[in-house]
């Protein structure tokens, strides 16, 4: 099994691109990561998408020969993987199987989701796809509706109250106030948070991560390869995926993100290290709910006391375990089939010593936890600078 | 790298199943896979599923969460893969990756597809997802309209009349009449191929294979392993993938395949043999023109000439190079995304020698060629007997 690295990363803007499509974004992003990389495109070998909605919302599938078609990625294998909003972090962990496996010498990664130019009725139908189609979505139920009932499922458990959540967000928007690449650059004042219109309670708009547009791109080669390319490279130190049942009301226990937690774990493993010897850790935070639970189920705190490091403040970029530098879902954005190599990217750039002032300092090693739904489905890796 | 095997076959007949839905599809033909490989559900470590249409037409994504979820894979990981009717051909390339890189011990790979529920304009715009969204479908053209072109442009450039494709059809009859999985079980007369109603003109009721709905899954070990199995492993000699641009329009010459070219091309280099070592070939039959230019494109005929493969009657089950073995996309059906895994399969049962009314005598070499859209992805497996 080849050892794998990121040799390059190139990004667009999260936010509502109006005037661009899934064919510019991915042309943007991949035509960065390849300068960032000193590569052409000739020097590619397969092309992995990942994209949650390209057919339902932009009506096209494909979409993965669309985006080597457009940036003139002539004859290159490519094909789209799909998880939902971890579309991204499964097209990272298949780029990287193409290089173990020997199949591919270099894989572009690219993450692309254009959902901003519909809205209402038609975008809510097409994110509740990512739910039951038969048992759920028929009646009605979203995903943000499944994300209420969790919170409030855990706030009576375990007596928390909602402003106990907010310093995940106002740790969010603070990252995201000088990351050039955010959807939101506003920050989020003390009593904001619980005092914000509901979205589906208790869920508020300020706990709620935007659905967004954007794209973003990275080449992936050989860690052997890729040391005599660019300074530091980044390597994949570990990868694993998992999933849980897709409605929530099937789990035994809601409250408990399993396939996070099996995820993560066999990352841990793979890479022979304790949670402890993570740096910093890009989450899914879709909603708070869904970092607390994280840092629950990836061994970051005790059951029912994830809150508790947003209200200790060990989030931060100086803190412990700094999470969501670059904004996370809920600042930098949240392009869906594009998260998932967003957080991956943002890792990387945190490693190579290159976040500017987002920096974490000393960060050698980092992971990213892309989720699909709510938690269905849980990709990890853990990332790590070569010196 | 590691060497893959077939050690399990499963699927479900393919026609209209108005009572089934993706979930009870795939556990069906995963149930048989498992069975057939003599393993159990927790003996597999990971799931690919290549599905075309879930999200538009059953308003499902995450569609490999909901089939490892119904079919009782607790936690396994899970992901689609997508390249329109080459979703089914990617899953397998997919799952042969995660076995050849060491990341997994037992995959499987289920394609799924249900697309018959819905008729009509609905069902026009979901396939004509397959071509550019904003420079084709947008106009109106639907996939079958740009083959009926083809085919067109092929008559008068090579003086071809209609009646000489309807060899294909007739012999995809002919097999599919044998074949208790095939939609279509009657045989077809000649004269009735060209007589027939025209969906495109010249592309013919009797011309354009039917959408349907289906199953297929298979099990993948390493080839080491998959010997102390069963009595017959099938190996993946070769495995390759490429791309062609979306549009045919963008194309230099819209009469060849490129992307078949180079898929087949470099599985034939892979697996070290010529396109005379292939015993069968299961090729992609959704319009006969596609069939011929996918014979010339692949080194079975010279350019122009590909026709005359149905016309001399060299494609029978004990023809020089039989085709369609099984009926085809035309006859047994083009499930979308599960076709690449139902054509897979069949060429595993022939090899194994187990594909009763249908076998082809002495085959230990056979061909799997996959397309998306009208050519714009081509995934090729090149598969051997294992004794």
């Known amino acids: 099994m080849q050892d794998v690295s990121i040799v390059g990363i190139g990004m667009t803007p999260v936010g509502e691109h109006w005037e661009l499509g899934l064919r510019e974004l991915s042309q943007q992003a991949i035509q960065a990561a390849l300068e960032d990389a000193g590569l052409r495109l000739q020097d590619v070998n397969a092309l992995v998408v990942g994209n949650a909605l390209g057919t339902y919302i932009n009506n096209q599938s494909h979409v993965a020969a669309l985006v080597a078609d457009y940036a003139g990625l002539h004859g290159v294998e490519a094909f789209r993987v799909e998880a939902m909003d971890a579309s991204g972090g499964v097209a990272l962990r298949q780029g990287m199987q193409m ?35 038969e048992f759920e979505a028929a009646h009605g139920v979203t995903p943000v509706a ?170 931060g970029l100086t803190g412990e375990l700094p999470i969501s530098t670059f904004g996370g879902l809920k600042a930098r954005g949240n392009p869906l089939g594009a998260t998932g190599v967003y957080q991956a990217a943002e890792v990387a750039l945190q490693l190579r010593g290159t976040a500017g002032e987002n920096q974490v300092p000393n960060a050698r090693i980092g992971m990213a936890l892309n989720l699909g739904g709510l938690g269905t489905t849980a990709v990890a890796h853990i990332l790590e600078r070569v010196d």
């Open 146 to 315: 499944v994300a209420g009932m969790m919170m409030r499922r855990y706030m009576h458990e375990y007596g928390v109250a909602l402003n106990q959540f907010e310093g995940f967000s106002i740790n969010a928007h603070l990252n995201g106030s000088k990351n050039q690449n955010a959807m939101y650059r506003n920050k989020l004042k003390p009593g904001a948070f619980a005092a914000a219109p509901a979205v589906a309670d208790p869920v508020t708009l300020f706990d709620s991560a935007p659905d967004a547009d954007g794209a973003c791109a990275l080449v992936l080669t050989r860690t052997e390869r890729a040391k005599d390319m660019i300074p530091v490279p980044v390597r994949v130190k570990s990868s694993a995926a998992a999933t849980d049942t897709l409605a929530v009301h099937s789990r035994e226990d809601v409250l408990f993100l399993r396939a996070a937690n099996v995820a993560a774990g066999r990352a841990y493993q793979l890479a022979g290290i304790a949670p402890t010897d993570i740096h910093l850790l890009e989450l899914h935070d879709a909603y708070t709910i869904l970092t607390a639970l994280q840092l629950e189920a990836i061994g970051f705190a005790e059951r029912g006391r994830g809150w508790g490091l947003a209200v200790d403040n060990k989030i």
């Open 99 to 133: 290089i173990a496996s020997g199949a591919a010498e270099v894989v572009l990664v690219v993450g692309v989701e254009n959902v901003t130019d519909v809205v209402g009725a038609a975008r809510h139908n097409a994110l509740a796809t990512a739910l039951d189609a």
